[in-house]
């Protein structure tokens, strides 16, 4: 049974840089045919996929969090990772990881989430 | 960006009825579509994907329909622990975006 559980601080001071970590255990994250994703939901609000990541060559993003986004992963860890710089309230969200296929991406696997609140 | 407009946006049902919850897209993304339910306090789930085909460990009583634009969520006899919201996701085009979720209550 894949397992994914996040780490990472609970509170970032706006401007500064968000990063958290998805540990994945019951399957290799290395080449397991499945890409590794970030998915978040703000207080109140539905959710917002991040990004995805299927190794160090194959990566997704988010247009509008592009410019901000970086996902990496670290297989000899079965890790990966998330930073998203230059924080504001609008990023004080649930941040889940999540494993989907590379077929119609369907997120089968999920992390209990994580909330990462932006103080002033 | 896709949109994917859900409605209704909050349903209110009882056990043993019959729902339905639909997804339209903002253009045709064949059937690439997914379905989740979220509790309070815990990851979504996912029941449906490809549109129609159930996640596995998923109950015989959810079932999911549609192709083009028009997507449909249904629960043939809703369970109390059924009560939650559900989400439509799209997974056609980068950003893969989810409608905004329909609360089912009782």
């Known amino acids: 049974q894949v397992q994914l559980q996040e780490s990472g601080p609970g509170l970032v001071k706006s401007s500064e840089t968000l990063s958290l970590t998805c540990t994945v255990s019951g399957g290799s994250i290395n080449n397991s045919g499945y890409f590794w994703g970030w998915i978040r939901q703000s207080p109140g609000k539905g959710l917002e996929w991040i990004a995805s990541?299927?190794?160090?060559?194959?990566?997704y993003y988010n247009p509008s969090l592009k410019s901000r986004v970086t996902t990496s992963i670290d297989t000899s860890k079965n890790q990966f990772s998330l930073r998203l710089s230059s924080v504001t309230a609008a990023d004080t969200a649930v941040y889940f990881c999540?494993?989907?296929?590379?077929?119609?991406?369907?997120?089968?696997?999920w992390g209990q989430g994580t909330l990462v609140s932006v103080s002033s | 960006d896709m949109q994917m407009t859900q409605s209704p946006s909050s349903l209110s049902a009882s056990v043993g009825d019959r729902v339905s919850i639909t997804c339209r897209s903002s253009q045709s993304i064949s059937t690439y579509v997914n379905w989740y339910q979220e509790k309070p306090g815990k990851a979504p789930k996912l029941l449906i994907y490809a549109a129609s085909s159930l996640q596995r460990g998923v109950p015989s009583r959810f079932s999911g329909r549609g192709s083009g634009t028009d997507f449909t969520l249904t629960i043939s006899s809703l369970q109390p622990e059924d009560f939650a919201t559900y989400y439509c996701?799209?997974?056609?085009?980068?950003?893969?975006?989810f409608g905004q979720g329909t609360k089912l209550e009782v």
């Open positions: 990541i299927y190794n160090s060559e194959t990566i």
């Open positions: 999540a494993r989907h296929s590379s077929g119609y991406a369907a997120l089968d696997y």
């Open positions: 996701h799209q997974t056609y085009s980068i950003p893969y975006t």
